[in-house]
């Protein structure tokens, strides 16, 4: 070969190499770009202070996990994120959530607003009694702008194939919702929660009720919401955590009586084979807990 054209076949390789870098550098920066941010939270219920100074940057389609023993805050700082714990009478908080660049706490931030944004699905099942598997989809959009029967039934095959139920339901949309399993009424649930469409998923605990095939078919979902939302999830299952997680966050009290803290927060692969902190590897590895 020439070598002026071997040295232009060389150059032509070494930017398609470039390009090829570049491309999967962006890629890499929009999938780990932040969707919400909490800067320094503590919570209060009345006096009783239950989180204490929790800072945490939630990556836009990854599943973080929340891990920890009972009663270190994970459920209710779960429930901060879209200001669901303002439902019990004395909660407040001090510091900054941030949803796309919004601190959800601003005076003039509606919090009905958020939860349209930041979805949540609940530990225990709670599909609308007296209603069908549809109109259980369709219950949030119904309260927004008025649509099309077509757009409502394109809305309900999408997000029960979304939570995996489409394929098991999908000829008996007119039965009660809470004729389900427990398992399907979960899922049914998580497609309720997606109709609306919110940028970020919170499930507090959601297969701890479920028997493994159920807990399976949650799992496959959480892998395939992931590529259009954000999801963070409670669970006490650490396999579950290292399974279906990109960012694992550890909760922990030292003392009884103490506020919660984030122990520590790091890649998944990374808290589950090389943690920072002694606790934190003693949790993973089941020495206490």
């Known amino acids: 070969m020439d070598p002026k054209e071997a040295t232009k076949e060389q150059n032509l390789t070494r930017d398609q190499e470039n390009t090829q870098f570049s491309s999967r550098d962006r890629a890499v920066e929009s999938a780990t770009e932040s969707v919400m941010t909490v800067e320094n939270l503590n919570m209060y219920y009345g006096s009783f202070k239950a989180l204490q100074d ?37 909660a407040r908080v001090e510091g900054k959530v941030l949803l796309d660049d919004e601190d959800i ?3 003039d931030v509606d919090p009905v607003r958020v939860r349209r944004k930041v979805g949540m699905v609940f530990q225990k099942p709670n599909p609308f009694p007296r209603m069908s598997i549809y109109d259980n989809v369709v219950a949030g959009i119904k309260l927004g702008r008025k649509r099309k029967k077509s757009e409502m039934d394109e809305i309900v095959e999408k997000t ?35 109709a609306v469409e919110p940028e970020v998923i919170l499930m507090d605990e959601p297969a701890s009720a479920l028997d493994p095939v159920s807990t399976q078919k949650i799992e496959d979902a959480m892998e395939e919401l992931k590529k259009r939302y954000s999801v963070v999830i409670v669970t006490h299952n650490m396999q579950q955590a290292a399974r279906i997680s990109d960012y694992t966050g550890f909760f922990y009290i030292e003392h009884m009586g103490d506020p919660g803290r984030l122990w520590e927060f790091d890649d998944t692969t990374k808290m589950f084979s090389a943690p920072d902190r002694k ?7 089941g020495r206490f807990g």
């Open 54 to 90: 929790v800072s945490m940057v939630v990556k836009r389609n990854m599943v973080t996990a929340l891990i920890g023993p009972s009663g270190c805050g994970k459920s209710t700082f779960i429930r901060s994120l879209n200001r669901m714990h303002e439902i019990v009478p004395g």
């Open 105 to 107: 706490y601003a005076s």
């Open 160 to 194: 029960l194939t979304q939570a995996a139920l489409w394929d098991e339901v999908k000829d008996k949309l007119k039965d009660g919702g809470t004729a389900l399993s427990g398992g399907q009424q979960q899922r049914l649930c998580i497609a309720r929660t997606l």
């Open 279 to 285: 606790e934190t590897e003693d949790y993973v590895t």
